[in-house]
């Protein structure tokens, strides 16, 4: 089984709005109120896949129910903790001629709430993967995703984090099977430019040096980079698009990396398929169904790179 962790799910209201003005009264040409968060984005994308997956976390109040209704609606199995003190948060998102986000804060977690989660990651056996992605809300310990890895990985549970600055940095001794920074991400957490491919690979290699086994990099319009646990290193070509949502597309890349991964084990298929969900998310109003990732896979080139 695959399962994921969202800490702090959302509710999100994408609102599309012509000429914003900030100092008008707007109205909005389209709106939709869509459960979001990372983790739920990876398991909405698997669950297009037709890959099981249960997507783990936290919810609370009414916000919290219509999250859980809508990942059963995408055919995802949840099993969220019910927080009682709160809600889960809701992020309005306007779109017009540039993009506005606005996040609520969600329920202020406990110890206890923690312990709760540490129960059911106990059930978890060498047979899953556990993908763990996002920010940590308020009441969690900033050492939670390394407290999870160092947990789990020795059981030989296979851990997927996607997070940025120390929250990824201090799970890298735990050997997680994979990390997801973007180009912009892995600047800041090695805090150099890397401008090019090989200054990429340097940056990939340091993390690799520090526990990663594969590092997937995202560049945007400039395709991917992988470098893999036994020592190969590919870059991916972006297919040809109209950017229309930027939200979700590397959650994207990671459900189909382990749809890839899970399928048949190739990790240059696994790297197609990720650079393909990715694009084809950036390509529609929300994550992209299974027929227009596929649509896509004929367009990506996949070369080697030189160590």
Same mark, same amino acid.
């Given at each position: 089984?695959?399962?994921?962790?969202?800490?702090?799910?959302?509710?999100?209201?994408?609102?599309?709005?012509?000429? /914003?003005?900030?100092?008008?009264?707007?109205?909005?040409?389209?709106?939709?109120?869509?459960?979001?968060?990372? %983790?739920?984005?990876?398991?909405?994308?698997?669950?297009?896949?037709?890959? =099981?997956?249960?997507? @783990? %976390? /936290?919810?609370?109040?009414?916000?919290?129910?219509?999250?859980?209704?809508?990942?059963?609606?995408?055919?995802?199995?949840?099993?969220?903790?019910?927080?009682?003190?709160?809600?889960?948060?809701?992020?309005?998102?306007? +779109?017009?001629?540039?993009?506005?986000?606005?996040?609520?804060? *969600?329920?202020?977690?406990?110890?206890?709430?923690? $312990?709760?989660?540490?129960?059911?990651? !106990?059930?978890?056996?060498?047979?899953?993967?556990?993908?763990?992605?996002?920010?940590?809300?308020?009441?969690?310990?900033?050492?939670?995703?390394?407290?999870?890895?160092?947990?789990?990985?020795?059981?030989?549970?296979?851990?997927?984090?996607?997070?940025? *600055?120390?929250?990824?940095?201090?799970?890298?001794?735990?050997?997680?099977?994979?990390? +997801? =920074?973007?180009?912009?991400?892995?600047?800041?957490?090695?805090?150099?430019? @890397?401008?090019?491919?090989?200054?990429?690979?340097?940056?990939?290699?340091?993390?690799?040096?520090?526990?990663?086994?594969?590092?997937?990099?995202?560049?945007?319009?400039?395709?991917?980079?992988?470098?893999?646990?036994? *020592?190969?290193?590919?870059?991916?070509?972006? =297919?040809? %698009?109209?950017?229309?949502?930027?939200?979700?597309?590397? $959650?994207?890349?990671?459900? *189909?990396?382990?749809? %890839?991964?899970?399928? !048949?084990?190739?990790?240059?298929?696994?790297?197609?398929?990720?650079?393909?969900?990715?694009?084809?998310?950036?390509?529609? $109003?929300?994550?992209? =169904?299974?027929?227009?990732?596929?649509?896509? @896979?004929?367009?990506?080139?996949?070369?080697?790179?030189?160590?």
């Amino acid at each position: 089984m695959i399962y994921t962790l969202t800490c702090n799910p959302s509710l999100d209201y994408i609102m599309k709005v012509h000429d /914003f003005s900030p100092t008008a009264v707007n109205r909005t040409a389209d709106a939709n109120l869509i459960a979001g968060g990372k %983790g739920i984005n990876v398991a909405v994308m698997l669950s297009h896949f037709d890959v =099981p997956v249960t997507a @783990l %976390g /936290f919810v609370a109040g009414f916000t919290g129910d219509e999250i859980m209704r809508q990942l059963r609606q995408w055919g995802c199995t949840e099993d969220f903790i019910r927080v009682e003190d709160g809600l889960s948060r809701i992020n309005v998102k306007v +779109k017009s001629d540039a993009e506005f986000e606005i996040n609520g804060a *969600g329920p202020r977690l406990n110890a206890t709430d923690v $312990d709760r989660l540490f129960a059911q990651l !106990d059930t978890l056996t060498a047979d899953d993967y556990l993908v763990v992605s996002g920010s940590i809300p308020a009441g969690l310990p900033v050492t939670l995703y390394s407290d999870i890895l160092s947990r789990l990985t020795p059981r030989g549970v296979r851990c997927i984090v996607d997070a940025t *600055g120390s929250l990824l940095n201090e799970t890298l001794p735990h050997r997680p099977l994979l990390v +997801k =920074p973007n180009h912009h991400e892995l600047e800041e957490l090695l805090d150099r430019p @890397l401008p090019d491919i090989a200054h990429l690979l340097d940056g990939a290699k340091e993390l690799q040096q520090r526990g990663a086994r594969h590092v997937l990099i995202s560049r945007a319009g400039d395709g991917a980079l992988l470098l893999t646990d036994d *020592g190969r290193a590919y870059t991916a070509s972006a =297919p040809h %698009g109209i950017v229309r949502n930027s939200v979700g597309a590397g $959650d994207s890349m990671v459900a *189909g990396f382990l749809a %890839g991964l899970r399928n !048949d084990g190739d990790i240059e298929s696994a790297f197609r398929l990720a650079v393909a969900a990715g694009s084809a998310s950036a390509f529609d $109003d929300w994550l992209a =169904p299974k027929d227009a990732v596929c649509r896509l @896979l004929t367009q990506i080139e996949i070369s080697t790179v030189a160590l």
